[in-house]
């Protein structure tokens, strides 16, 4: 099959995403913003019902969450303080999982020059999660509480659209789960109800090339490895 110009461009809008863990402080116009949630929002959802709801932070607010967030974090007991709502990782790893994941934690600290056993440095990393990694735009993307399964996926949907609507436009994004862990003092900053599941985060910038993590590409299996063809 030959390979259309539109083929090549949505192929590579998908292809070159990648998370980016550095920014620049470039802003971002908010009617752009809107267009892209306008072209996330053309997710398929069960029945149509558009499980999703974004909280775009920027400025003042953002930086009052970062650093409320951070210190909370920096907390020797906040495991035991604060609780996620949901459990996103599995209660029991196996492989091939726990190697992925492994590799791709090993991979960013040997970038940044972490050894195994820099505890501080570490955590000094993921606390970087708190602040976008420093990215003008932060997202929070939540659903109703009565929301079931399905809506996860429609979620999902709708936030890698969201992301390939970024990079569209020349932007970059880094979809988190860290914030999860938080979202009590996330609900007194941003006033998200309980009503609403926090989902994810997702900082959106122009990615700072300069910086090393930025060149970590996690690997991705073939098609032939976790596909099957039924004739």
Not at 24 to 34: H, K, N, Y
Not at 46 to 74: C, H
Not at 78 to 90: L, Q, S, V
Not at 185 to 209: F, K, N, Q, W
Request: with cysteine; aromatic share 8%.
């Amino acid at each position: 099959m030959i390979e259309t110009p539109e083929q090549r461009i949505v192929d590579e809008a998908i292809t070159s995403r990648h998370s980016i863990r550095a920014f620049l402080p470039t802003p971002v116009a908010r009617e752009d913003i809107e267009r892209m949630l306008d072209v996330a929002a053309r997710a398929p959802s069960g029945s149509n019902i558009q499980p999703w709801k974004v909280y775009v932070l920027t400025g003042e607010r953002k930086q009052r969450l970062s650093d409320a967030v951070t210190a909370a974090f920096m907390d020797p007991d906040h495991a035991t303080i604060h609780k996620a709502e949901y459990r996103y990782y599995p209660d029991t790893w196996t492989s091939p999982f726990i190697d992925r994941r492994r590799k791709v934690g090993l991979d960013l600290y040997r970038l940044l020059g972490l050894g195994r056993d820099d505890k501080a440095g570490m955590q000094a990393q993921h606390s970087r999660n708190y602040h976008y990694f420093d990215a003008p735009v932060g997202m929070i993307v939540t659903m109703h509480r009565t929301m079931n399964q399905g809506s996860w996926l429609d979620i999902g949907c709708f936030v890698q659209n969201l992301m390939i609507a970024a990079r569209a436009r020349g932007l970059d994004t880094c979809a988190q789960a860290a914030f999860n862990h938080f979202h009590t003092i996330v609900r007194e900053i941003t006033g998200i109800p309980e009503s609403e599941v926090m989902v994810c985060s997702l900082s959106l910038g122009y990615a700072d090339h300069s910086r090393i993590e930025n060149s970590l590409i996690s690997e991705r299996e073939p098609a032939c490895a976790f596909t099957t063809f039924l004739d």
